[in-house]
């Protein structure tokens, strides 16, 4: 068994903000297969779902971003999951919009979801994949930043990127993670 978690904040207000692109990522991946996110526990929504013969889940922790540990680390432990069954899908300013890099390790690097994270697994050894959100072009706050929402002109890129994303995660159901680095990190 695998688990995708999105990183995001819930409610109205922070759809379609850059914070919640690993939302978003969850969001296509269950409009491909019209799922839903059906089961409400661990303070989050998640489906149990089979892509490939594996089963997974798909988290959208409903914590807010600082605290998504909260919702992973209980669903880890009923599951019995490892942090290497587990991908982490995150805003990311130091990447530039729409590219997507995954890793297996890292530090948090300022980002208080990915923080909440370490904390509650006690290490840093779990699959992540960064989205790129870029960094804002005129002078505003971190915060007023990742909290807004993408431009119209950034569309068509975003659209694209999240497509990447979701077929890196759907391609991870069948091949180690290190394989799936290698074939979309390029």
């Not at 059906?38 to 089979?50: D, I, Q, R, S, Y």
């Not at 997974?56 to 605290?67: E, G």
């Not at 995954?102 to 050894?125: E, F, W």
Request: proline share 5%; charged share 25%; hydrophobic share 35%.
């Amino acid at each position: 068994m695998k688990c995708i978690v999105g990183l995001g904040n819930p409610g109205i207000k922070y759809q379609e903000t850059r914070h919640n692109v690993g939302f978003m990522v969850i969001d296509e991946i269950l409009k491909r297969h019209n799922w839903t996110l059906n089961k409400n526990k661990f303070k989050g929504h998640f489906a149990l779902e089979t892509i490939e013969s594996e089963k997974v889940i798909l988290l959208q922790p409903q914590t807010y971003m600082n605290l998504s540990g909260e919702s992973l680390r209980p669903l880890m432990d009923f599951y019995n999951l490892t942090p290497e069954e587990v991908t982490v899908i995150y805003d990311d300013l130091d990447l530039p919009l729409g590219k997507v890099r995954l890793r297996q390790t890292g530090g948090h690097g300022g980002h208080n979801g990915v923080r909440s994270i370490i904390d509650q697994l006690g290490t840093k050894q779990f699959n992540r994949l960064r989205f790129g959100i870029g960094r804002p072009e005129t002078p505003m706050s971190v915060i007023d930043y990742v909290l807004g929402k993408f431009d119209k002109s950034n569309q068509p890129l975003l659209e694209k990127s999240i497509t990447h994303a979701a077929d890196a995660m759907e391609s991870w159901m069948g091949q180690p993670f290190q394989k799936v680095m290698n074939d979309y990190n390029k």
